[in-house]
T-cell receptor
Framework: AQTVTQSQPEMSVQEAETVTLSCTYD???????LFWYKQPPSRQMILVIR????KQQNATENRFSVNFQKAAKSFSLKISDSQLGDAAMYFC???????????WGAGTKLIIKP | DGGITQSPKYLFRKEGQNVTLSCEQN?????MYWYRQDPGQGLRLIYY???????QKGDIAEGYSVSREKKESFPLTVTSAQKNPTAFYLC??????????????FGPGTRLTVL
């Protein structure tokens, strides 16, 4: 069965510094997608970044980038130049290509220290 | 603006009552989903639907029911059979196209509390 694990329940970082959130997953599929979603205190779930498994190049969206290690089944999120607005719960999610359901990790709470 | 609306934002239920959570989308998405979110846990899928008048159980469907009479609407009923319904409920929708562009979009959620 596919699973997603986020081993860090909480992380903190100083404003303007860089932080990396970890995610590992387990699957026997070869074609799949990985996502990082952000849930701020408003609880609105927002897509941060996505990665297609067939792409070797790591996805990047402005200050957000991923380190995708397919063989290790690892998908970490790096946030550069952390801002106060980045404070939120961050969820890692997985979807395999032939199915539209998402499998979710338990989330990491990110605290930004001013 | 296109998006997903959920109502009400907060809902209180007495034990033994059924309550219905509303979810509407104007994104013209074929697929819609209901998730439950509890503290310290990821989202868990309750039900999903890929076409009108058809839906499938997710991982935690017991005590819940849904309908999909219109493409835009996917209401969730929390029945009295659900033993621990206090939680945050999120509705989402997506296209059914293959590839990267079928991300799920989320509504603002409904917080259900059993009194």
């Amino acid at each position: 069965a596919q699973t997603v694990t986020q081993s860090q329940p909480e992380m903190s970082v100083q404003e303007a510094e860089t932080v990396t959130l970890s995610c590992t997953y387990d699957t026997s599929e070869s074609d799949y997608y990985l996502f990082w979603y952000k849930q701020p205190p408003s609880r609105q779930m927002i897509l941060v970044i996505r990665q297609e498994a067939y792409k070797q190049q790591n996805a990047t969206e402005n200050r957000f980038s991923v380190n995708f290690q397919k063989a290790a089944k690892s998908f970490s999120l790096k946030i550069s130049d952390s801002q106060l607005g980045d404070a939120a719960m961050y969820f890692c999610a997985y979807r395999w290509d032939s199915n539209y359901q998402l499998i979710w990790g338990a989330g990491t709470k990110l605290i930004i220290k001013p | 603006d296109g998006g997903i609306t959920q109502s009400p934002k907060y809902l209180f239920r007495k034990e033994g009552q059924n309550v219905t959570l509303s979810c509407e989308q104007n994104l013209n998405h074929d697929a819609m989903y209901w998730y439950r979110q509890d503290p310290g846990q990821g989202l868990r899928l309750i039900y999903y639907s890929q076409i009108v008048n058809d839906f499938q159980k997710g991982d935690i469907a017991e005590g819940y029911s849904v309908s999909r009479e219109k493409k835009e609407s996917f209401p969730l009923t929390v029945t009295s059979a659900q033993k621990n319904p206090t939680a945050f409920y999120l509705c989402a929708s997506s296209t059914l196209t293959s590839g990267r562009n079928n991300e799920q979009f989320f509504g603002p959620g409904t917080r259900l509390t059993v009194l």
